[in-house]
């Protein structure tokens, strides 16, 4: 029996994931991060629809007793801040991975010395050889 | 072989590689003089960048280690940069032939082909040899391809690829993980011609996979996700092109 508060909890979860869905496509976020939010939001979304999980976490309720509306906003403030600060790492990260990669491309373009681009006799023998450096 | 038809790079991802990087960069020497060579040293920690010094190949370093998908995504660039008509892509743990690259190469160019993967297998030969793990891995990538592409591409995750000038602006600037299953989807959803080519390996001689116990949870399902959104993409960019 699906009450009001289960359906909006998949309802919730549904557009909380479309968003995560559309950060990792714009490469907003990393996909790692995507995929952990996106678990939790439909684990917690498969609890509220499920009277025996439910009643499993109904135990930890003494440690939210004080006051339940309170911890939903914090955890709700808690869930965005999460997505939004792994949101700039995820910026951070792709600029300094284009930083990276663009120092890469740039050394790659200095000439090899004279002589090192010659053709070399093919030596077939890999392992033992190959770990010293030893060509034929 | 005396020379490439059309400009083609060859490039290594190498990351903590000094005990084959020698030998692989002689071989391709030795078997395609005709290519451009590229190393793209992935922030390695051991003797690698000592090893490509010594032996004189153009070599881009990663100042740290960024991961495989993006030291192709580098190669990219840089043959996208710098005017090549196709870009080689092939591993630094001397597990490929640098004398199957000729036949790879060739059927890459009569196929007209924008991705060609060298694949260790294929509908006759299966996944026989490899780790269970591995084999569920390859198997169920294989499956989702076919799923959401209606075309079965046996060999998922081989690093020996041909990837045509065409495909060089999506693959370097889409988030992918390794540029292996996931960017099929994406390839093949969008209508870029994708193929396999058999191809023979040798075993592991030095170093690790990077394929963690970690890995193999993490990876399947950061490439699921990717999947879903690769072919999410290419839908709209095919209504887009319609439109």
């Known amino acids: 029996v699906y009450n009001a508060a289960t359906v909006l909890a998949w309802v919730g979860s549904a557009a909380l994931v479309a968003w995560v869905f559309h950060l990792v496509r714009r490469d907003q976020l990393h996909v790692g991060y995507g995929v952990i939010i996106v678990i939790v939001l439909l684990a917690g979304a498969g609890v509220l629809s499920s009277s025996a999980a439910l009643r499993i976490t109904n135990r930890l309720r003494p440690l939210v007793e004080g006051a339940p509306g309170l911890f939903v906003l914090a955890l709700t403030f808690m869930f965005l801040m999460i997505v939004y600060i792994l949101a700039q790492v995820t910026a951070l990260s792709n600029r300094l991975t284009r930083v990276v990669q663009e120092l890469a491309i740039r050394q790659a373009q200095v000439p090899v010395p004279p002589g090192a681009s010659t053709v070399e006799p093919k030596v077939v023998a890999t392992g033992e050889s190959a770990a010293r450096g030893q060509s034929s | ?243």
């Open chain 2, 1 to 243: 072989m005396t020379g490439a038809p059309v400009r083609t790079l060859i490039a290594v991802p190498a990351y903590n590689e000094e005990k084959t990087i020698g030998q692989v960069v002689r071989n391709l020497r030795a078997d395609m003089p005709g290519f451009d060579l590229l190393v793209i040293d992935d922030g390695s920690r051991d003797g690698t960048a000592r090893e490509l010094a010594a032996i004189g190949v153009h070599t881009g370093t990663h100042l740290c280690n960024l991961g495989y998908g993006r030291a192709i995504q580098t190669a990219i660039k840089y043959a996208d940069c710098h005017g090549y008509d196709a870009l080689i892509t092939f591993d630094a743990d001397g597990q490929h032939r640098a004398s199957d690259l000729q036949a790879l190469y060739e059927a890459y160019l009569n196929g007209g082909y924008d991705l060609l993967i060298g694949s260790r297998f294929d509908a006759g030969r299966g996944y026989r040899g490899q780790p269970m793990v591995r084999q569920l891995g390859m198997r169920l990538f294989s499956v989702l391809i076919a799923l959401f592409t209606g075309r079965r591409i046996y060999d998922t995750s081989s690093g020996l690829k041909v990837i045509g000038r065409r495909a060089f602006e999506p693959l370097s600037s889409r988030p992918f993980v390794d540029l292996h299953a996931e960017a099929i989807v994406y390839l093949m959803s969008c209508g870029y011609r994708v193929g396999e080519y058999a191809i023979r390996v040798d075993e592991r001689v030095h170093g690790q996979s990077m394929h963690t116990p970690i890995n193999a949870i993490k990876y399947p399902l950061k490439v699921m996700f990717l999947i879903l959104i690769g072919a999410v993409d290419a839908r709209m960019f095919r209504r887009r092109e319609r439109v």
